[in-house]
């Protein structure tokens, strides 16, 4: 039985390779892109080398940037006094459409998940408190995500900011369970509204 040319095996291959991806997704993708023109070939090509070369971690807050600092952290506007955390560039995004949050964002990079051997070393907590106790921080918000790991990930990062800054958490405007990701503005802005102090259970 003849399988696929190489070099459409070979493509079909680096799609599969994508989260979410399986191999008939893999394929018709593969298949989309010999279908276009030469020139969206080349334009698609170029976006992923470009977004590989140029697109970096914020040297404060680890957000996605293109230059030493994101463009929350470069906006002097912004309150430096104030720290949201959240797990991924994706939530920064999220908050920010919003357009009730004026502070600046701390990006863990991932979130606790201890069967898959992520640990806590591997988030970017010890920048947070170094940020915490040489910016004069009034208010560090817990925005992980309402879920089992996202506790757990605001537990330890609220343990190691103990004594630092008041820490405070979103309300649970939230389903539990539910990603910050796909959260309604309105309910994030709320959630942020009404955040509470840590600690206070609920
Ligand atoms: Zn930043």
Request: glycine share 10%; net charge neutral; hydrophobic share 40%.
């Amino acid at each position: 039985m003849a399988g696929f040319p190489e070099p459409l095996q070979r493509l079909i291959a680096e799609f599969e390779r994508l989260p979410g991806i399986g191999t008939k997704t893999a394929e018709r993708l593969a298949f989309a892109v010999l279908r276009d023109t030469p020139a969206e070939v080349g334009s698609f090509v170029d976006a992923i080398s470009s977004a590989k070369q140029s697109v970096t971690s914020c040297l404060r807050c680890s957000n996605v940037a293109t230059a030493d600092l994101c463009d929350v952290c470069a906006d002097p506007t912004r309150d430096a006094g104030l720290i949201l955390v959240v797990e991924h560039p994706r939530d920064v995004v999220s908050f920010e459409k919003t357009g009730r949050f004026k502070g600046t964002y701390h990006v863990l990079m991932g979130r606790l998940t201890p069967h898959e051997g992520a640990g806590v070393e591997a988030l970017s907590i010890r920048n947070l408190e170094h940020r915490v106790t040489s910016d004069r921080v009034r208010e560090v918000i817990l925005g992980t995500n309402p879920d089992i790991e996202g506790d757990a990930t605001a537990l330890v990062v609220e343990k190691r900011l103990q004594g630092k800054a008041v820490v405070s958490r979103l309300a649970r405007g939230l389903s539990s369970g539910g990603a910050i990701e796909f959260a309604g503005t309105e309910v994030l802005a709320e959630a942020l509204r009404l955040r509470r102090p840590s600690g206070s259970g609920g």
